[in-house]
C-alpha cells in the first residue's frame, strides 16, 4: 500500500507552496480561484483527503462532544441505557459534522489523579471537545461551577435542583412513577414495595415521589418497611445486581408486599431473579413494574410491564441543545420529556386473600 498523500505533495503537484494550500483548506478568502482550481485538481489525482483533525485544531474546534458517563466497568458494560443515548446524540451530531466521544470520567480522572472539575476543564481547554453531554447521576458543585467558569457548553441529562443555569434535558420520573404504581392499586395491590438507590440520588427521589403521590391518591399509608434501597455508588446502586442483593436480602426477612415497583428494567430483572430463586412466581406471587422500557423489557419472561420512555428521542434532544450551545444560541434551561406506561405479563392482579387480609387490617 503506498504511502498517503501529504498537504506537500499537493503543493509540489500544484507548484504551490504548502502554506497555500494550508489557506485554501481553512477557507482563507487570500486564495484567488485559479489558485483553488489548480491545487484542487492536484488533490484530486493524488486522492488527497484533508485531515480532519488538522482542520480542527486550525480552526480551534475538535468537531468532537464528549459524552460523559460515570461508573465502573461492571456497572457501564452493556449498559442499553447509556448506548441509547449514545444513538440518540449521533443521530442529531452526525448530521452538524460533530463526532461523539465517550468518556469515563471515573476512570479517567482516577488516572489522571484529578477531580471532575479539574479534569473537564482541562480537557476543554486543550481542545478535546466542543461540548459536553453529562450522565452522571451524582454531579458535585464544583463540577458545575468550573463549567459555568470556562463557559463550557454542556447539557446534562437529568434534573439537578442545584446546577442553576445549566442546561438540563429529563423525562417526567414524577409522573412516570406514579403512573407504575396505580397500575399496580388498580390491580388491588396494597401493599406495594419501592426498589431503588436513596433518595440523594435525584432521580432515585423523583421516582419515589411518585411512588408515595400514588399510594396517598389510593388512600394507602406507606410503610417503611416497603423501602428497598440499594447501595452502591453512581451508576451501581441501578444495577440488576444491586436489585438482586436488596431484594435477596429482603426476602430472607419477613416480608408482606404483594407487587414491587423497580426504579428501572434491570432492577426490576434483578428482583425477578431473586423471587424465583426463592421459589416465588411473577406475577402470581409477587408483580412487578419497571421504568425505561429497555430494549429487552419485552423479550424476557415474563414480559415486563413498565414505563416508556422515549430513550433515544432524550439522546437527540440533548443533541440539540447541546448544538445550540456550541452556536451561542439560548437554549431552555430545563426541557421534560413525556412519558407512558406500557402493560405486559410481569403484573396481575393481587389474589383474593391478600385483598381480603388488607381490608382486615
Known amino acids: 500500500m503506498g504511502a498517503r498523500p501529504t498537504i506537500h505533495d499537493v503543493a509540489t503537484r500544484a507548484k504551490v507552496s504548502p502554506a497555500t494550500v494550508s489557506r485554501l483548506l481553512n477557507g482563507s478568502a487570500r486564495v484567488g480561484p485559479d489558485t483553488e482550481a489548480v491545487v484542487r485538481q492536484a488533490m484530486e489525482e493524488l486522492g488527497y483527503v484533508p485531515s480532519r483533525l488538522a482542520q480542527s485544531f486550525a480552526r ?19 449498559n442499553a441505557f447509556l448506548m441509547t443515548i449514545a444513538l440518540g446524540l449521533g443521530d442529531v ?4 459534522d460533530y463526532s461523539i466521544r465517550i468518556i469515563n470520567g471515573h476512570q479517567a480522572m482516577r488516572q489522571n489523579r484529578q477531580s471532575a472539575a479539574e479534569w473537564t476543564r482541562d480537557r476543554w481547554r486543550r481542545h478535546e471537545f466542543d461540548g459536553a453531554v453529562i450522565t452522571n447521576p451524582t454531579m458535585t458543585d464544583a463540577l458545575i461551577e468550573a463549567i459555568g467558569a470556562a463557559s463550557i457548553p454542556a447539557v446534562v441529562i437529568g ?43 435525584t432521580v ?21 418497611d416497603w423501602l428497598l434501597e440499594t447501595e452502591g455508588t453512581d451508576l451501581e446502586a441501578f444495577s440488576f445486581e444491586a436489585a438482586h442483593r436488596t431484594m435477596t436480602s ?22 425477578v431473579r431473586a423471587l424465583t430463586e426463592k421459589g ?19 423479550m424476557v419472561t415474563p414480559a415486563l410491564s413498565t414505563v416508556h420512555q422515549d430513550i433515544r428521542q432524550l439522546g437527540q434532544h440533548a443533541g440539540r441543545a447541546l448544538l445550540a450551545a456550541v452556536e451561542g444560541k439560548p437554549v431552555a ?12 405479563a410481569s403484573t396481575a392482579k393481587a389474589n ?10
Open 60 to 78: 480551534g474546534s475538535s468537531r468532537t462532544i464528549a459524552l460523559l458517563v460515570d461508573g465502573d466497568g461492571q456497572s457501564l458494560q452493556g
Open 93 to 96: 451530531l452526525a448530521d452538524a
Open 159 to 201: 434534573r439537578y435542583p442545584h446546577a442553576q443555569g445549566l442546561v438540563q434535558v429529563d423525562v417526567d420520573n414524577v409522573g412516570g412513577m406514579r403512573m407504575a404504581t396505580t397500575h399496580l392499586t388498580e390491580q388491588g395491590h396494597r401493599r406495594i414495595a419501592f426498589l431503588g438507590p436513596p433518595p440523594s440520588l
Open 204 to 224: 432515585s427521589s423523583d421516582r419515589r415521589q411518585g411512588y408515595m403521590e400514588a399510594l396517598a391518591r389510593a388512600g394507602i399509608k406507606s410503610d417503611s
Open 250 to 271: 429482603a426476602l430472607n426477612q419477613p416480608w408482606s408486599w404483594t407487587a414491587v415497583v423497580a426504579c428501572n428494567d434491570e432492577m426490576a430483572l434483578g428482583a
Open 280 to 298: 416465588l412466581r411473577v406475577p402470581e406471587d409477587v408483580s412487578i413494574v419497571g421504568f425505561d422500557d429497555l430494549p429487552f423489557a419485552h
Open 333 to 344: 434551561e430545563l426541557t421534560i420529556q413525556t412519558v407512558s406506561f406500557v402493560t405486559r
Open 352 to 361: 383474593a386473600f391478600d385483598w381480603a387480609l388488607d381490608l382486615e387490617t
